[in-house]
């Protein structure tokens, strides 16, 4: 599954390299023209101007392709590893990230389409990227036990009695 925006530098040379690599690939890209979805209408790609829902998605996906946003941790919590391919500094840093923490790759400014291949199907291929992802999924997954905005609102509820009583006292 990819998450992009034609916007990027490298989204046409992402798009050639998920058609030449081993993934079947699903490309949810907002602002992409009839042109485009057209040229990349492969057998093995397509690509929707249509949201998706995540959680169904992140259930069958192999591998997500972004450029390095909230999709990083939502994959991440669903056990998939990633190919980041930022646009801008802060998602650079999360690609960073993401390679420090075993999880994925990232593109590089100076990739080519076969490096971007390459890293699909390493990330397709190698298991220790899937394992990591499936171990930080296993050790964070109490972070979605409960609705956090319920959590959130009874730990404030809490705490305002708490504050309460201190009054009294």
């Known amino acids: ?16 390299a998920l058609a030449k690599s081993d993934a079947d690939s699903l ?7 009839d042109e485009i979805t057209q040229l990349y ?4 790609l397509k690509i929707s101007t249509k949201p998706f829902d995540m959680s169904k998605v992140l259930q069958c996906a192999d591998l997500v392709v ?17 190919l980041v391919v930022p646009m801008q500094l802060e998602q650079r840093h999360n690609g960073i990230g993401v390679e420090q923490k075993g999880v994925g790759l990232q593109a590089k400014n100076n990739d080519t ?4 291949v390459l890293k699909i199907n390493s990330l397709l ?19 979605f036990e409960h609705d956090p905005v319920s959590v959130i609102c009874d730990r ?14």
């Open 41 to 44: 209408n492969f057998p093995s």
């Open 1 to 16: 599954f990819a998450y992009l925006k034609s916007r990027c530098k490298q989204f046409e040379m992402t798009l050639n």
């Open 156 to 169: 404030c509820d809490e705490v305002l009695q708490q504050c309460t009583v201190m009054e009294k006292v």
């Open 125 to 143: 291929s190698n298991s220790s990227y899937k394992n990591r992802a499936m171990e930080l999924a296993e050790k964070y997954r109490y972070l």
């Open 66 to 82: 972004c450029h390095g946003g909230g999709v990083i941790s939502q994959s991440v919590l669903a056990g998939c590893p990633l």
């Open 113 to 116: 389409t076969s490096d971007l």
């Open 27 to 33: 490309v949810f890209c907002p602002d992409a023209s």
